[in-house]
């Protein structure tokens, strides 16, 4: 991965998530957990072999969308819905919010969606150069203290992974309540060569994306008094 700018690029953090597991499963989660996830899973190949997202899916579909750090599934199950002829790909390594995920799969029949349950950024580099139409980061931990924010999604590295396996005029859609992580993620992507920003008004970051369904947590930044900001870059 090679970056410009005016900065030394920063090292990759794998650690960019916090707990695995919150409050205690209940038998149906169980129960999913231990027979839908292991038919989900997106395992990753021998070590330096390539993975091919498309051959995740049984069926032949137009694009394959990432979605990193899905949280309770919301958007990700949402999509799934309206895009049937799309392969989803979900990397959450919360548990709680993966058995959430399981159910929206399980009681709408969404056959297209893969999880990943550990950390993207293995899966992220197993994925050969443009093979992407989208990745979506949204409402991702902020780690809104000094010294954590090299834990921070976001980094010199991660951008340059992200637009390496984006295909030309794929995007990266990337949505905050934090406007300090908004702003840091500017700041690298605009020194991504890859990436270029594409608002032409501010409308264009304060408004949600076109189909948009909100998400829970979202709903309670706002009621906060925490406006959202939404980001979208094209891959040049």
């Known amino acids: 991965m090679t970056t410009t700018g005016r900065s030394t690029p920063e090292a990759p953090e794998r ?20 027979e839908l996830l292991p038919r989900l899973r997106v395992g990753l190949p021998e070590a330096g072999a390539p993975l091919d997202p498309a051959t995740l899916f049984p069926d032949t579909k137009r694009e394959i969308w990432l979605e990193i750090g899905f949280g309770g599934g919301e958007h990700l199950a949402h999509q799934a819905r309206l895009h049937p002829e799309i392969g989803f790909i979900g990397a959450e390594p919360f548990v709680n919010g993966v058995v959430k995920l399981l159910r929206e799969i399980d009681e709408g029949g969404l056959a297209n ?7 993207v950024t293995a899966l992220v580099a197993a994925l050969p150069d443009a093979c992407l139409t989208r990745v979506y980061l949204l409402y991702p931990d902020p780690w809104p203290k000094r010294r954590q924010r090299k834990r921070r999604f976001v980094s010199d590295a991660s951008l340059a992974e992200i637009a390496r396996v984006l295909k030309p005029g794929g995007l990266f859609r990337f949505a905050s309540d934090i406007d300090d992580y908004a702003g840091w993620t500017l700041v690298r992507a605009a020194r991504c060569p890859g990436l270029a920003w594409t608002a032409r008004a501010a409308a264009d970051w304060t408004s949600p994306y076109p189909g948009w369904p909100g998400t829970r947590y979202e709903a309670k930044a706002i009621a906060a008094g925490r406006r959202p900001t939404y980001l979208e870059f094209v891959r040049t």
């Not at 960019?16 to 205690?24: A, E, H, Q, T, V």
């Not at 969606?113 to 950390?119: F, G, P, Q």
């Open 113 to 119: 969606i893969r999880v990943r349950d550990e950390d």
């Open 15 to 34: 650690a960019f998530f916090g707990r695995r597991k919150g409050k205690r499963l209940r038998e149906a989660q169980e129960q999913r957990l231990a």
